[in-house]
């Protein structure tokens, strides 16, 4: 026997899974992972819509929101009617509250304009598309992208108003509006309303420039160099360097004018062709007549100033009344060209309303029947432009004020200008009709009477002189010697100390004295005429005598 005990077997377990297989699991884990990773982080898929692919390449070409990467285009193919393209883009989830429905996207190029160079990046890293996030709380994942970037960024601080024109002046997108010289906003938008034939603007005024516009603000054009030839003169305009070379406006408060009320999003303002039309604006109600011009009215435009005394009271309303009139009274008489004028209450400081208007008026119908008239006067001579000037004629006054339709007529006076013309005309007419043949006939005809006379008058001088050769030259200084001589003693009769001179002082001395008596008997007379017939009525003068008790 083997005293040696076989040992007693120890039974342990197999493993059923070898440590080998955990590589597979973990690597299966982090795959997992990696798949929730990607699938949580890879954000939303949007489409966009483009008018072309150009520059673009799905891969590569980056979305981006103040240069910073957000997202990448995936696919681009064309739309289903072919005119565009339909781009599928992927946005990381920190970027998905962007995608909003206000929020705004449109691709970055090399750009030039009158604003300056942009996007010149792309001509190195190319094409990228840039996303404006919005405001809204709406989620979107389809968009419209933007033909160009938009000139105002959603969230800029500012104010956005509505500005409209029918006039003939256009603007475009970036376009400045300007305050005393300084760019403060732009034009963004343009609607044409075809209805209406408006044009309108949206346009965005830049914080805080934005506290300046107010209801009472007015807006108008200073686009380029703007000439005026008005009767005031000549004026040259502009609004700065910027709107030489585009269009642009400018904005402010007429003097006078209240600052007005802040006013909120998209208010509506009219563009004025002049800063005069915007304010002229403020006078809403007016009251008009008419004017009925003999003389030319070539300078007379709409718009022109009427004035009383050297201050603008109204304008030229209208210069084409005539079409109103009826065209048998335009064949049968010489008639007057009808000009309305309207007068604004608000210029000479009465209330712009109902009340202002009849005081007005009853002041013009007053000064009408006065002798009020209207005048036609240059106020430019280079320009020839025309104005409207009241004056008071006291010696003219009207009994009936007549009227043109329902308008009362303002009597009117011819220019200075036109009387002297008038006048100038009629010295040319005198001139023409002096009958100057005839006067020339007759002037030389008695330049040959005259000549005939001057011929006789000299025979008759040689015949005088003959006759006085004839006379006696001793008989006649015989004569001359006497009466010298009678003149002599003539002479020495009146010489101091003669007899005749001692004569005739005494009877002058006589003759004096008694002048001297009759003096007042001549004053009396000259006085009292009828003395020597009747009583003068005066008794003996009083004579004053000495009273008790007087002082």
């Given at each position: 026997?083997?005293?040696?005990q076989?040992p007693?077997?120890?039974?342990?377990?197999?493993?059923t899974?070898?440590?080998?297989w955990?590589i597979?699991?973990i690597?299966v884990?982090?795959?997992?992972w990696m798949?929730?990773?990607?699938?949580?982080n890879?954000g939303?898929?949007?489409?966009i819509?483009?008018p072309t692919?150009?520059?673009?390449?799905?891969g590569?070409?980056?979305?981006k929101s103040?240069?910073v990467?957000?997202?990448?285009?995936s696919?681009i193919?064309?739309?289903k009617t072919g005119?565009g393209v339909?781009?599928?883009?992927?946005?990381?989830?920190?970027?998905?509250?962007?995608?909003?429905?206000?929020?705004?996207f449109?691709?970055?190029?090399?750009?030039?304009?009158?604003?300056g160079?942009s996007g010149?990046?792309?001509?190195?890293?190319?094409?990228y598309?840039?996303?404006?996030p919005g405001k809204?709380?709406?989620e979107r994942h389809?968009?419209d992208?933007l033909?160009?970037?938009?000139?105002t960024p959603?969230?800029t601080?500012?104010?956005?108003?509505?500005?409209?024109?029918?006039?003939q002046f256009?603007y475009?997108?970036g376009?400045?509006?300007?305050?005393?010289?300084?760019t403060?906003?732009?034009f963004e938008?343009?609607y044409?309303n075809?209805?209406e034939?408006?044009?309108?603007?949206?346009?965005?005024?830049k914080?805080p420039?934005?506290?300046?516009i107010?209801s009472?603000t007015?807006?108008?054009?200073v686009s380029?160099?703007?000439f005026?030839?008005?009767?005031d003169g000549?004026s040259?305009?502009?609004g700065?360097?910027?709107t030489m070379l585009?269009?642009?406006?400018t904005?402010g408060?007429p003097?006078?004018?209240p600052?007005?009320?802040?006013?909120?999003?998209?208010s509506y303002?009219d563009?004025y062709?002049s800063?005069?039309?915007?304010?002229?604006?403020?006078?809403?109600?007016s009251?008009?007549?008419?004017?009925?011009?003999?003389?030319s009215?070539r300078g007379?435009?709409?718009?022109a100033?009427?004035?009383?005394?050297?201050?603008?009271?109204?304008k030229v309303q209208s210069t084409n009344?005539?079409?109103?009139?009826e065209?048998?009274?335009l064949?049968e008489?010489?008639?007057?060209?009808?000009v309305?004028i309207?007068?604004q209450p608000?210029?000479?400081g009465l209330?712009?309303n109902e009340?202002?208007?009849?005081l007005?008026?009853?002041?013009n119908i007053?000064w009408?029947?006065?002798g009020?008239?209207a005048?036609?006067?240059?106020?430019n001579?280079?320009?020839g432009?025309l104005?409207v000037?009241?004056q008071?004629?006291?010696?003219?006054p009207?009994t009936?004020i007549?009227?043109?339709g329902?308008y009362?007529?303002?009597p009117t006076?011819g220019?200075?200008?036109s009387?002297?013309t008038?006048?100038?005309e009629?010295?040319?007419?005198?001139?023409n009709?002096i009958p100057?043949?005839?006067?020339?006939n007759?002037?030389?005809?008695?330049?040959?009477?005259?000549?005939?006379?001057?011929?006789?008058?000299?025979?008759v001088g040689?015949s005088i002189e003959?006759?006085?050769?004839q006379?006696d030259?001793?008989k006649?200084?015989s004569?001359l010697?006497k009466t010298?001589q009678?003149i002599t003693t003539?002479?020495?009769?009146?010489s101091?100390?003669?007899?005749?001179?001692e004569?005739?002082?005494s009877?002058l001395?006589?003759?004096?004295?008694?002048?001297?008596?009759?003096k007042?008997?001549?004053?009396?007379l000259k006085h009292?005429?009828n003395?020597?017939?009747?009583?003068s009525g005066?008794?003996?003068e009083p004579i004053?005598?000495?009273?008790n008790?007087?002082?």
């Open positions: 026997m083997n005293d040696t076989t007693d077997a120890k039974i342990k377990p197999i493993k899974v070898s440590t080998i955990f597979p699991v690597a884990l982090i795959g997992c798949i929730y990773y990607q699938w949580s890879e939303s898929t949007i489409t819509n483009f692919a150009e520059g673009m390449e799905a590569k070409t980056k979305i103040r240069n990467d957000i997202g990448e285009v696919k193919e064309l739309n005119n339909v781009v599928k883009a992927k946005i990381k989830k920190s970027a998905e509250e962007f995608l909003v429905t206000d929020s705004m449109w691709v970055v190029s090399p750009q030039i304009s009158h604003a160079i010149l990046s792309t001509l190195i890293s190319g094409v598309i840039e996303i404006s809204s709380n709406i389809l968009f992208a033909d160009s970037p938009p000139l959603a969230g601080p500012g104010l956005h108003i509505t500005l409209n024109s029918n006039d256009a475009k997108k376009d400045p509006i300007i305050y005393k010289g300084l403060v906003g732009q938008d343009i044409f075809f209805e034939r408006v044009v309108y603007y949206n346009a965005f005024i914080s420039y934005h506290q300046l107010t009472n007015k807006f108008w054009d380029g160099l703007q005026d030839l008005n009767a000549i040259v305009k502009t700065n360097f910027e585009t269009n642009g406006v904005f408060i003097k006078g004018m600052i007005g009320e802040k006013i909120g999003e998209r303002y563009i062709a800063y005069e039309e915007a304010d002229d604006e403020r006078y809403r109600r009251i008009e007549f008419v004017i009925l011009v003999n003389d009215i007379l435009s709409v718009g100033p009427v004035e009383y005394k050297g201050i603008q009271i109204g009344l005539i079409r109103s009139r065209q048998t009274q064949t008489e010489d008639f007057k060209i009808p309305l309207s007068l608000g210029r000479i209330p712009d009340k202002g208007e009849n007005m008026m009853e002041q007053y009408i029947e006065k009020l008239k005048v036609l006067r240059t106020g001579i280079l320009t432009s104005y000037d009241l008071h004629n006291k010696g003219q009207v009936e007549a009227k043109y329902d009362p007529i303002v006076n220019d200075e200008f009387q002297i008038a006048k100038a009629q010295f040319i007419d005198n001139l009709n100057l043949k005839s006067m020339s007759n002037a030389n005809q008695l330049m040959l009477e005259i000549t005939q006379t001057a011929q006789e008058l000299q025979g040689q003959k006759l006085l050769g006379v030259q001793q006649i200084s004569e010697s010298l009678g003539l002479t020495k009769d009146l101091s100390g003669s007899q005749g001179y004569e005739l002082r009877t001395h006589t003759l004096t004295a008694t002048m001297n008596e009759l007042p008997l001549l004053n009396q009292q005429p003395s020597l017939i009747f009583n005066e008794g003996s004053p005598t000495k009273t008790g007087a002082q």
